[in-house]
Each structure stands twice: as structure tokens, then as C-alpha cells.
């Protein structure tokens, strides 16, 4: 089942970007719109691992963006990113797919940041953030924590899983930049490359989105009023190394 959804191209202000959309296998829930990182497109194991939240009614959509569709080695800026990202949203959401709402809006490291980035300004009902990159290696002092916050700050339920060891910015440093904040954050074995411990990560995911399935909608976009504010993994999904 997963990665075996044909690519589809959609046009953006930036080229053509690739959308593989994996329908969900019955109803109840919405869309889960995932990028990737600046250093794979969206065959990485974690963003395949996901696919799998089909089997819980979740319709699931990978984004590649212009930028690798063109064989390209370097990620583009942001705001590209960000306008690929927008145009594809109004695709899935307005064009000829029509995707179930409500739409949750995530990815992977540089995706995870698009995400947070766009989040508000889409109408998202929740985020998924995993590899969130705080800052460069070694660098804290440029700190990404505005991106971070941008959701949160609009009252979004985000969710973030990141690797014990992640020299971008490791879970204790990404709880202290959300303490206090409707978001969860969820510890895995690992550095900023994909977890090995998939079923932690699907199971994190998978919690999230229903936790946004059973809360109160507010508006066409079903954004929560009553997000989960708990900031550390439930017992039995915590994994120490």
C-alpha cells in the first residue's frame, strides 16, 4: 500500500510540484497533507509510515515539491516552498480531488517548517511536525522558535516527534520552546534522520489526528476549540533511549 500511489503533477508559481494521494479506506476522518526535507523527497520511511493511517479513514497526500519534481539538488527559499505548498492545498481542497476536510497540514524537517509557517493562513486544523529543525547544528543561537510557535499561537493543535538525539534541536529544548502551549511532543530513538521505531511514531500520529477527529470543530477548516494541551507522550507511547 504505501508509496504506491501514482504521482500526479500540479501546477505552482514555481513549476509543477508531484502530489501522491493515498485515499482513506472508509470514513471519518480528513486529510493529512505531509512534505519533505531538504535532503529527500517523501519516499523517506517515516513519511511512508504514515500512508498507513489510510486504514483509520485518513485520506493522506505527499507533496514533492517543484524543486526535486525538476531533478534539482538544492531546496528553493522559503517562500517558494511556501507558495508550492499553497497552491497545492487549493488543489486538494478546491480542484478537481476535493480531499475530506478537515486538513491537517505536516511534513518532515524544512517540511515540518513549512507547515508551521502555513498553517494559520490555510485554514489548518492541526500540524504534524516531525524532525522539527530548531536550529542549524551547532548553531542554537538561530533559533527557528518563532516558526515553531506560529501554530500554536493561532490556537492550532501541533504535534511534534523528534529524535532523542536530533542535533537540530532535541525534545527537551523543542518542550521548552512550547511550554505552556496546546502541543504535544514526542520522543523517538534517533537523530534527524527517520526513526527506526515507525510504530511509535504511527501511533503518536495516529492519537493526534483522532484527538482532532473527537474534538469540537470550529468553522469550515474543523479546527479545534479544545486542543489536547498535554506536552510529553502518554506513558505507554514514551520511548527512552
Given at each position: 500500500m504505501t508509496g504506491r500511489a501514482r504521482g500526479r503533477r500540479v501546477d505552482t508559481p514555481q513549476g509543477p510540484a508531484e502530489v501522491r494521494l493515498h485515499r482513506a479506506e472508509g470514513p471519518g476522518g480528513g486529510t493529512l497533507v505531509l512534505g519533505h526535507g531538504a535532503g529527500a523527497g517523501v519516499e523517506t520511511a517515516d513519511l511512508q509510515a504514515l500512508v498507513g493511517?489510510?486504514?483509520?479513514?485518513w485520506t493522506v497526500a505527499l507533496v514533492q515539491q517543484p524543486w526535486r519534481v525538476a531533478g534539482r539538488r538544492v531546496a528553493t527559499?522559503?517562500?517558494t516552498l511556501d507558495a508550492a505548498t499553497t497552491a497545492v492545498l487549493s488543489t486538494l481542497r478546491h480542484g478537481r480531488w476535493r480531499v475530506p476536510e478537515p486538513v491537517v497540514l505536516g511534513g518532515r524537517s524544512a517540511g515540518a517548517r513549512v507547515a508551521c509557517r502555513l498553517a494559520?493562513?490555510?485554514g489548518a486544523a492541526g500540524v504534524v511536525a516531525l524532525a522539527f529543525p530548531l536550529y542549524p547544528p551547532g548553531r542554537p543561537e538561530r533559533s527557528?522558535?518563532?516558526?515553531?510557535?506560529a501554530p500554536v499561537r493561532d490556537g492550532i493543535p501541533t504535534l511534534v516527534v523528534q529524535g532523542a538525539r536530533d542535533p537540530f534541536g532535541g525534545p527537551r529544548e523543542i518542550r521548552?520552546?512550547?511550554?505552556?502551549?496546546a502541543a504535544r511532543v514526542v520522543e523517538v530513538p534517533g537523530d534527524h534522520g527517520p526513526t527506526r521505531d515507525l510504530p511509535t511514531l504511527r501511533d503518536a500520529v495516529s492519537d493526534f489526528l483522532d484527538g482532532l477527529r473527537l474534538s469540537p470543530a470550529a468553522g469550515p477548516s474543523g479546527r479545534a476549540q479544545e486542543p489536547d494541551t498535554d506536552e510529553h507522550p502518554?506513558?505507554?507511547r514514551s520511548t527512552h533511549v
Open positions: 493511517l489510510v486504514s483509520s479513514g527559499s522559503a517562500p494559520g493562513a490555510v527557528r522558535a518563532d516558526e515553531l510557535l521548552s520552546v512550547l511550554a505552556g502551549r502518554p506513558p505507554t
